[in-house]
């Protein structure tokens, strides 16, 4: 079942936190089909890390569907 409202942060190759030109780290959110996009961005590899929400229990990751592989990690929402 997807989950609209999701927060999606963009990282580089190691995890780290990708900026936007304000120093704003690269978040985004799904949609009601549970979809996410990050606009404009160069060719390369990058990381997605999904904050889990509230109220939710987490289960098993999948890759997206440009391939890729689940790397499972506990984040506080509040920290990013």
Request: glycine fraction near 12%; charged fraction near 15%.
């Amino acid at each position: 079942i997807p989950i609209a409202g999701v927060r999606m942060l963009l990282g580089d190759l190691n995890g780290n936190p990708i900026y936007d030109q304000f120093r704003n780290p690269r978040i985004t959110y799904t949609d009601a089909n549970g979809y996410y996009v990050f606009d404009g961005l160069e060719a390369g590899l990058y990381t997605v890390r999904q904050i889990q929400p509230t109220d939710y229990i987490d289960s098993i990751d999948m890759a997206g569907t440009t391939s890729g592989f689940p790397i499972n990690l506990n984040i506080n929402p509040g920290s990013v």
